[in-house]
């Protein structure tokens, strides 16, 4: 069965770091591109960032850019977010999803909230 | 960026009726390999997205055939031929053509 499981949500500073990763099983995660999408709370979904299944390409929503780095390890089968300077706007559950067409595959999503 | 602009933004819908969101994007979702790539998820309430049609017009494995795509260019449409309770959520078209990616606002289906 294929699966997408993030962690590494929780309470962040503004400001401040937190990094999610998203651990992929039941298919050849080497094999996809990997894409984050996010929804603020109440609110409709937002696409992140994507990276190509060698990591040569690497795409972020204008919002994000310069801010958040999207990375993989296909040796662990894990998709990364280093979201750094974060901002209360960046509060949302955060999915890593399969693909970038279209993703076909969504994990349960990571809650993010930044507040001093 | 493209624009995805859905409409209604909420669909009262009677059990058993048909009901059709319309989905349209500010420029063609055409690509140069001449796929469209418009997309299109549920999310019932509590639940992660899940996607239903690709491409247009292509449905997921396990997706009923009651959810029908249908559209080219800039006007595309999502059909549910009779509408059960488990179709209660919101659904959003996405564009994949072009980056960035952009989803439309979601149109709530809620039964009448």
């Known amino acids: 069965e294929v699966q997408l499981l993030e962690s590494g949500g929780g309470l962040g500073q503004p400001g401040g770091s937190l990094r999610l990763s998203c651990a992929a099983s039941?298919?050849?995660?080497?094999?996809?591109?990997m894409t984050w999408v996010r929804q603020a709370p109440g609110m409709g979904l937002e696409w992140v960032s994507s990276?190509?299944?060698?990591?040569?390409?690497?795409n972020y929503a204008d919002s994000v850019k310069g801010r958040f780095t999207i990375s993989r390890d296909n040796s662990k089968n894990t998709l990364y977010l280093q979201m750094n300077s974060l901002r209360a706007e960046d509060t949302a559950v955060y999915y890593c999803a399969k693909g970038w067409d279209g993703m076909d595959v969504w994990g349960q999503g990571t809650t993010v909230t930044v507040s001093s | 960026d493209v624009v995805m602009t859905q409409s209604p933004l909420s669909l009262p819908v009677t059990l058993g009726q048909p009901a059709s969101i319309s989905c349209r994007s500010s420029?063609?979702?055409?690509?140069?390999?001449?796929?469209?790539?418009l997309n299109w998820f549920q999310q019932r309430p509590g639940q992660s997205p899940r996607r239903l049609i690709y491409k247009v017009s292509n449905r997921d494995s396990g997706v009923p055939d009651r959810f029908s795509g249908s559209g080219s260019g800039t006007d595309f449409t999502l059909n549910i031929r009779r509408v059960e309770a488990e179709d209660v959520g919101v659904y959003y078209c996405?564009?994949?053509?072009?980056?960035?990616?952009?989803f439309g606002q979601g149109t709530k289906l809620e039964i009448k």
């Open positions: 420029q063609s979702l055409v690509y140069s390999d001449g796929n469209t790539y």
């Open positions: 039941g298919f050849i995660f080497s094999n996809y591109a």
């Open positions: 996405m564009q994949s053509t072009h980056w960035p990616r952009t």
């Open positions: 990276i190509s299944n060698s990591e040569s390409s690497t």
